[in-house]
């Protein structure tokens, strides 16, 4: 990261940061459902508390100010059981994309994933594929969910 004040922290460990990631992902993703308020994010991200096991939120501060997180969850898609952990809620500010920050994000959230033992990592887009298979993912298959066409992609990970 070019940022010197840039780190990595647990939302278990700032827990006061659930409103403002809720906002995001309320921003974000809430029209895709009309169940989603903000406090159905919040509910999820209290979920997330965890430093040592999955579920867990990472969240990057700059000079201890959120400017992006992402998610390790489990068994994300009702559709796909079998798949265990996710990688989820991907999400950096606008004023910050186009950076680097989203590609250092999910490479630390694969970290964080191999430190916990994760073997296979998958996650859903509908318009990121491009960037993810940047990344190492690969595609699995292209579904419909909710009713909108995405991507399964997945990264093994070597442990």
């Known amino acids: 990261m070019d940022n010197s004040g840039d780190r990595f922290v647990y939302l278990a460990d700032r827990v006061d940061l659930i409103p403002t990631l809720a906002g995001w992902f309320y921003d974000e993703w809430g029209h895709n459902s009309a169940d989603l308020t903000p406090a159905t994010f919040e509910q999820k991200l209290r979920q997330r508390l965890n430093r040592d096991r999955v579920p867990l939120v990472l969240v990057l501060?700059?000079?201890?100010s959120p400017i992006a997180s992402a998610s390790l969850k489990n068994q994300e898609?009702?559709?796909h059981p079998q798949y265990l952990h996710w990688l989820g809620s991907v999400y950096v500010l606008p004023e910050y994309q186009g950076k680097g920050i989203g590609s250092n994000l999910v490479q630390y959230s694969v970290n964080e994933a191999k430190r916990l033992a994760v073997h296979d990592l998958y996650l859903y887009t509908r318009?990121?594929?491009n960037f993810y298979t940047?990344?190492?993912w690969k595609p699995l298959e292209r579904p419909l969910y909710h009713g909108r066409r995405v991507?399964?992609?997945k990264h093994i990970l070597s442990v």
Request: charged share 45%; no cysteine; net charge negative.
């Open 61 to 64: 501060l700059r000079d201890d």
């Open 77 to 79: 898609m009702e559709i």
């Open 127 to 129: 318009s990121r594929e």
């Open 134 to 136: 940047r990344l190492g």
């Open 151 to 153: 991507v399964i992609m």
